[in-house]
C-alpha cells in the first residue's frame, strides 16, 4: 500500500473568516493541512489495529509490549544514497567572535558566536533539500567547520540532515530571521508558521528546526561534535536582552538554582507581563461568548493579557487558528526542533546546546525515534525532548542536562486537544543531570497519555550540588489541564547522587486545604504525582484529571552529604497529591473528582529523606501499594490510602 500521510484536524477548519486577511492565511493553513491526508502508512494502519488489542496484552507483560515497540522502531529508515553538500549551493563556513551571554538561569561566560559579516547559509541549505527532495530523497550534508544560519532548517519527506564530525551551526538569534519565511503572512507579526506552544496552535515563530506533515525524514549527527547552538542566552544586538529573557519571573517558592531569568528586571515586557498588542477584552475576538464565559476565561485584572495567558484563553474561548497570531510584537519563543504531523522520523547522534525554549517538540508524530542525543540548555523551559499527541515514539541511549524537565510528555491543553494522546513511547538506556523532572508526564495532558514504558535509566543527578534535579519521576496536571495518566511502568533506575534535599513549592489557592508552601511538589521528592499544579496560573479549572495504574519498581537513589552535613538523598521519598475539588470553578453538578488509583512502588530503595519524620506526603490517594520498599534503611510493606 502507498504511504499516505494522516491530516490533523484544525481548530480553525470550521470556522467563517470574514476578512480578505483572514481567508488568505485561512486558505493557506487548510493547504498545508490538506498535504498530510498522505501520513498514515500501512505499518501505521496496522499500529492502530493493534492498539485495539493491546490493553490486554499490556495487563499480562508490559514490558513486552516495550520490547515490541523498540523492536519495531529499529527497522532503519532508508534514503535515496545520494549526497547534496552544502556547500556545492554556496554555503560557506563562519569565522568565530567571543560574546558575553547567558549560559544558564544564573551564569554567564565568554562564548563563541558568528563574526560580523558571516555569511548567512539559509539559502543554500533551503536549496540543498528542495533539491534533495525533488529528487525524491537522499542526504544533505553539513560538513565539518562553523556555519552560520540565519532562518529555520525546514525538513522535507524523504530528506535526510546530516552534520559530520565538527560540524557546529550557528542558529540566529535575532527573532526576526525566524519571522521571514513562513507560509503565513501574517503583516507586521512577520511571515509565520502552523506551530504549538506550550500545547495550544498558534501561528508564531518558526522553529530552528521544522517540519509540518512530512514523511521518511531524519536529522542526524556523526557524533557529539556535531553540534546545533540555539544560541540562546546571546544578547540581542544592540541589547542587554536574549531569547531567555521573554520568560519573565520564576514561579518557583524556594528554589536551590534556577532562580533568575537572565536579563530581567522589573517592568520589562516578557511573555508573563500582560502585552499592549493584546486586545483589551475577548469581545475583540470572541464575540460568541456570554459575559460569564468571558469573565470567567479572563479572571481578574489584565494579567490574560500577557502572551503566555492570552494563548490559552483563545483556546478556551474556541478562537480558531487563523485567529491565534503571535511572532513579532510578542514573547513566545520558538522551539529549536519542531516537527508537527510527521510520521517516519528519526533524530539521532548529535549535541544541541543553549535553546531559545523546549529543546525538541514533536507534535502528532508517529513512529518517531529519539537516539544517542545529547540534549544539553540550562536556559528557562529547556526541556530536552517533549513529544507530544505522539504515537510509537522510541527514546534510547540520550543523555538529558536541561534547564527545565529532561523528558516531559505532552498531550495537549485547554481545548487543543484534537490530536488525542500521547501514547505507546519507551525510554530506555538514558542518562540524566540537572533538570525539573527526569521522566515526567504533562503538565498538558489534556488529551490523555498512556502505555509509556521506562527502563534501565541513570539520573546521574552530577551537578547535585549547585543545580540539582528537582525530582526523578514526576507527573504534573490540575483541574485545568485535566487528562488521564494510566498504564505508566517504571523500573531499574539507579539515582546515585540522589534529587534535590530540600523543598521547594507552587502556591495554592485561596481556600484550598493544601496551604501554599507545605507540599514539595515542585522538589524535593523522588516520585512526584502533583494534580494541583500551579493551579493560580490558570483561570479556567473544570477538568478533572484521572490518574491510574502506576507501577514502579527497582529504584535505587544513593545518598550525598548536605550543606548541613547530613547524608540525604531526598527532602521526601514519595510525594502524591491527588486532584483537590475545591480548586473547581466551572458549572454545576461538578464532575467527579477521583483519587489517584493502582499506584504500585515495589523493590525500591529511596535512601534517606532529610524529612525523615515524613518520608512521604499523600493526598486524595487510594490504595497506594508499597511492597519491600525501603527509606531510611527500614524496609516497609503496606498499603496507604489518604
Not at 350 to 356: A, G, K, L, Q, S
Not at 492 to 512: C, D, E, H, M, W
Request: glycine letters at 8%; charged letters at 15%.
Amino acid at each position: 500500500m502507498a504511504r499516505r500521510r494522516r491530516r490533523p484536524t484544525s481548530t480553525s477548519r470550521n470556522s467563517t473568516i470574514q476578512t480578505n486577511k483572514e481567508t488568505k492565511m485561512s486558505t493557506t493553513i487548510n493547504q498545508q493541512r490538506r498535504t498530510m491526508m498522505k501520513a498514515v502508512s500501512a505499518s501505521g494502519l496496522a499500529a492502530i489495529g493493534a492498539a485495539n488489542g493491546a490493553q490486554a496484552a499490556i495487563a499480562e507483560d508490559p514490558w513486552a509490549r516495550a520490547k515490541e515497540i523498540a523492536t519495531r522502531l529499529s527497522q532503519p529508515l532508508r534514503f535515496r544514497e545520494q549526497d547534496f553538500v552544502i556547500t556545492d549551493f554556496g554555503a560557506a563556513p563562519c569565522a568565530l567572535t567571543k560574546v558575553k551571554a547567558w549560559v544558564s538561569h544564573d551564569d554567564q561566560a565568554m562564548v563563541d558566536t558568528q563574526a560580523p559579516g558571516a555569511k548567512d547559509c539559509y539559502p543554500a541549505i533551503k536549496a540543498a533539500i528542495a533539491a534533495c527532495h525533488q529528487a525524491g530523497g537522499g542526504r544533505v550534508v553539513i560538513p565539518a567547520g562553523n556555519w552560520y544560519v540565519a532562518g529555520p532548517i525546514v525538513l522535507l519527506s524523504n530528506v535526510h540532515v546530516h552534520l559530520k564530525k565538527g560540524a557546529h551551526v550557528y542558529f540566529s538569534n535575532d527573532p526576526r530571521d525566524y519571522a521571514k519565511y513562513g507560509d503565513v503572512d501574517c503583516g507586521a507579526n512577520g511571515k509565520l508558521v502552523i506551530t504549538r506552544w506550550q500545547s495550544n496552535d498558534c501561528l508564531n515563530f518558526a522553529s530552528m528546526i521544522y517540519a509540518y506533515g512530512q514523511d521518511n525524514i531524519a536529522l542526524t549527527g556523526e557524533d557529539w561534535t556535531s553540534v546545533l547552538n540555539g544560541q540562546g542566552g546571546v544578547p540581542f544586538a544592540g541589547s542587554t536582552d536574549c531569547w531567555w529573557t521573554w520568560k519573565g519571573k520564576n514561579r518557583t517558592i524556594n528554589p536551590v538554582s534556577q532562580a533568575n531569568t537572565p536579563g530581567d528586571a522589573p517592568g520589562k515586557i516578557n511573555q508573563r507581563i500582560a502585552n499592549p498588542a493584546n486586545p483589551t477584552s475577548l469581545r475583540d475576538v470572541a464575540p460568541h461568548l456570554t459575559e460569564a464565559e468571558r469573565q470567567l476565561i479572563q479572571g481578574e485584572g489584565d494579567k490574560w493579557r500577557a502572551d503566555e495567558q492570552y494563548l490559552p484563553a483563545l483556546s478556551e474561548a474556541g478562537v480558531p487558528l487563523a485567529k491565534r497570531v503571535f511572532g513579532l510584537g510578542h514573547y513566545l519563543r520558538p522551539s529549536m526542533v519542531h516537527l508537527i504531523g510527521c510520521t517516519n522520523v528519526l533524530l539521532q547522534g548529535y549535541h544541541v546546546i543553549h535553546t531559545p525554549f523546549w529543546q525538541h517538540h514533536p507534535v502528532h508524530c508517529r513512529n518517531l525515534v529519539f537516539r544517542n542525543v545529547h540534549a544539553e540548555s540550562h536556559g528557562p523551559n529547556s526541556d530536552g525532548f517533549d513529544p507530544e499527541a505522539c504515537d510509537m515514539v522510541l527514546v534510547e541511549g540520550c543523555t538529558f542536562d536541561a534547564g527545565d524537565d529532561c523528558i516531559a510528555i505532552k498531550a495537549g491543553k485547554n481545548r487543543d486537544t484534537q490530536y488525542g494522546p500521547s501514547q505507546n513511547i519507551v525510554i530506555q538506556d538514558c542518562i540524566m543531570h540537572s533538570g525539573h523532572g527526569a521522566v515526567t508526564l504533562g503538565s498538558e495532558m489534556a488529551g490523555g497519555i498512556q502505555n509509556v514504558y521506562a527502563q534501565n535509566l541513570v539520573f546521574e543527578n552530577t551537578h547535585w550540588a549547585t543545580n540539582p534535579l528537582n525530582t526523578a519521576i514526576r507527573l504534573k496536571t490540575n483541574m485545568n489541564r485535566g487528562g488521564y495518566l494510566r498504564n505508566f511502568y517504571v523500573r531499574n533506575v539507579k539515582i546515585p547522587n540522589g534529587v534535590q534535599t530540600s523543598p521547594s513549592f507552587y502556591a495554592s489557592l485561596p481556600g484550598s486545604p493544601i496551604a501554599s508552601k507545605t507540599v514539595a511538589t515542585a522538589a524535593g521528592a523522588v516520585v512526584t504525582f502533583d494534580c494541583d499544579y500551579t493551579p493560580t496560573a490558570d483561570t479556567v479549572r473544570l477538568r478533572p484529571p484521572v490518574v491510574d495504574n502506576i507501577q514502579i519498581s527497582n529504584v535505587t537513589v544513593g545518598n550525598v552529604k548536605t550543606k548541613q552535613g547530613a547524608l540525604a538523598s531526598c527532602y521526601q521519598a514519595i510525594v502524591i497529591l491527588g486532584p483537590v475539588a475545591s480548586d473547581y470553578n466551572g458549572p454545576q453538578p461538578m464532575p467527579a473528582v477521583v483519587p489517584v488509583t493502582n499506584v504500585k512502588i515495589s523493590d525500591c530503595d529511596f535512601g534517606t529523606p532529610a524529612n525523615r519524620e515524613q518520608p512521604w506526603y499523600l493526598y486524595n490517594v487510594k490504595g497506594l501499594q508499597l511492597t519491600r520498599v525501603k527509606v531510611a534503611g527500614k524496609e516497609i510493606s503496606t498499603t496507604l490510602s489518604a
